[in-house]
């Protein structure tokens, strides 16, 4: 499999900034790109440890980036701000999605925040409440999706939290939406699977036809997808997807412009073996290219290094490229430490002669 994309970014982990990642692209009206991720602070790089929204730029299409750069505080109380997503608001502010996580005395719970930057992120408003049923969700980055019909899609995963602090791994998958960019609905619809993982990290992509395939990881081998015609008020029973198998890892796709991406793990090595500590299975990173969502696709390799692990990925649309942004093991003791953004030209995937872009 040929191998495409170079690095243009390492956000390498190092002492009291353990883990960089889970973030999102978008592009500035000076025509700058901003990534904001997640940047922990702390001597720890859990998921519930102190981490804080950062962001570089590029002022020259992803070729060098500047350095970090603190986009606010943490919430007091707050053990973490995490999986940002960026979406363009019909205000032209910039929409800042982030999933807020707290204690309730030893029980985590989250709840989905926006803020806003009228001035391009220099600065942001205070938080906003978009999803808070007082229970604990996974949101993951760069998967708020705003639709054809201008509706914006909250994909959550709602997991049982007991306790003693312990997060369950069996995930529902549950959908809030907004037409107005100020109330935020519930769909009441609520999908799971019978597995231990459930339905988890659950993404969502409008077809051409105007349904949404929603994409879960799973413990069964595969991503599972469920559909829904009605803007993601309901949707379909899971079922598994044919193209993508895959480890319990997420799944990243967007629409480019005359094609479609996924990024993905697939079941390719086996999960045990001397550098599954910080692979986890998360290896190779693969890249499927198609002009038909998928029902053919050709694949490329931007990972494949089975001695390091890579995950939760963020893609971003150029003029004549992409940006993908993800967790690289970087030889570390697991996956969630650095944060790698690599540059794939769109002449290494498609010929001028057979590119319809």
């Known amino acids: 499999m040929r191998k495409v994309g170079r690095q243009t970014l390492m956000l390498e982990a190092a002492a ?13 009206k000076n025509g700058a790109i901003m990534y904001a991720y997640s940047r922990y602070g702390d001597i720890s790089n859990d998921d519930h440890a102190p981490a804080e929204a ?7 299409e992803g070729e060098t980036w500047s350095g970090c750069r603190i986009l606010f505080p943490r919430e007091n109380g707050a053990a973490n701000n995490m999986c940002i997503s960026l979406l363009r608001m019909n205000s032209g502010d910039i929409g800042l999605f982030y999933l807020c996580k707290y204690y309730d005395g030893s029980v985590v719970k989250s709840k989905v925040q926006l803020r806003r930057s009228s001035d391009e992120g220099l600065s942001w408003s205070e938080p906003v409440t978009s999803v808070d049923d007082d229970c604990y969700y996974v949101l993951e980055n760069d998967r708020i999706t705003r639709l054809k019909s201008g509706r914006i899609i909250i994909p959550l995963n709602r997991h049982p939290s007991g306790s003693d602090g312990a997060i369950g791994a069996k995930g529902t998958a549950v959908f809030y939406y907004s037409d107005d960019e100020k109330h935020w609905l519930n769909s009441g619809c609520a999908i799971t699977l019978d597995a231990p993982s459930g339905l988890q ?15 879960s990881r799973t413990d069964r081998g595969r991503q599972y997808e469920c559909f829904s015609g009605d803007g993601g008020k309901t949707f379909s029973e899971p079922k598994p997807n044919e193209t993508f198998t895959s480890p319990c890892s997420p799944m990243a796709v967007k629409r480019m412009t005359g094609f479609s991406a996924a990024v993905f793990n697939p079941v390719a090595f086996p999960a045990e073996n001397s ?23 050709c694949f490329y390799a931007l990972e494949d290094d089975p001695e390091n692990g890579y995950c939760y990925t963020a893609l971003f649309e150029g003029s004549d490229y992409f ?16 944060n790698k953004i690599l540059k794939v030209s769109f002449t290494e995937l498609f010929s001028p002669e057979n590119r319809s872009l």
């Open 54 to 60: 950062a962001a570089v730029f590029s002022a020259d």
């Open 16 to 28: 009291g900034n353990p883990r960089n990642g889970e973030g999102a692209f978008i592009r500035l």
């Open 323 to 338: 940006l993908a942004a993800y967790y690289h093991s970087n030889n570390g003791k697991n996956v969630l430490t650095s």
């Open 275 to 297: 550098f599954s500590g910080r692979t986890w299975g998360r290896t190779p990173l693969i890249l499927a290219v198609s002009r038909d969502e998928f029902n053919s696709a």
């Open 201 to 215: 990290e659950t993404g969502i992509y409008e077809k051409t036809d105007g349904r949404l395939w929603a994409f």
